[in-house]
């Protein structure tokens, strides 16, 4: 399992139940490297999309512990419990865990690989990331600075040691 999330420079990821900013860029990278693949988010995550509809060409993994819950072209959860029976039908292709906040917190020590989005700036944030540079167990193996609009970001991989 991986995960993909870009947050500011105090590892904030998002505010009333959006993203902080929106860069093309990372649209686009987040687009290229989920497609095809699963996405596991929690229920707000599902809501704040476009029409509150699932991404298009990918699983759509939605945990929520509301059994009454019901969403179009997504596949419910609703236990952490549940999640590796779910995943594991879905054969070779690539997990990333995409939000919210709740959720990555529970799903990060099973995930392999972090593709996160460094912005350069500070936003006024109501959810934030554990900062991965003061966990011992997470490297950066890859980082590629960019710039759009005037906003400086990089691209930075981790990997669990």
Request: glycine share 8%; aromatic share 10%; proline share 5%.
């Amino acid at each position: 399992m991986n995960l993909i999330v870009a947050v500011d420079e105090k590892w904030g990821i998002g505010r009333d139940g959006d993203l902080l900013c929106r860069i093309s860029t990372d649209m686009k990278r987040f687009r290229s490297i989920t497609s095809g693949n699963v996405l596991v988010m929690g229920r707000k995550t599902l809501e704040s999309f476009p029409n509150k509809k699932p991404l298009p060409n990918r699983e759509n993994v939605v945990l929520t512990n509301n059994l009454e819950y019901e969403a179009e072209g997504v596949i419910l959860c609703h236990s952490i419990e549940e999640l590796p029976r779910i995943l594991e039908g879905f054969g070779e292709k690539e997990v990333f865990v995409a939000g919210g906040g709740n959720v990555y917190q529970q799903l990060l020590p099973f995930c392999e690989k972090a593709y996160i989005t460094k912005i350069k700036e500070t936003f006024p944030a109501d959810t934030h990331f554990p900062n991965l540079d003061m966990l011992p167990e997470w490297e950066i193996v890859e980082e590629d600075e960019r710039e759009e609009n005037g906003i400086k970001f990089s691209f930075v991989l981790y990997q669990k040691k």
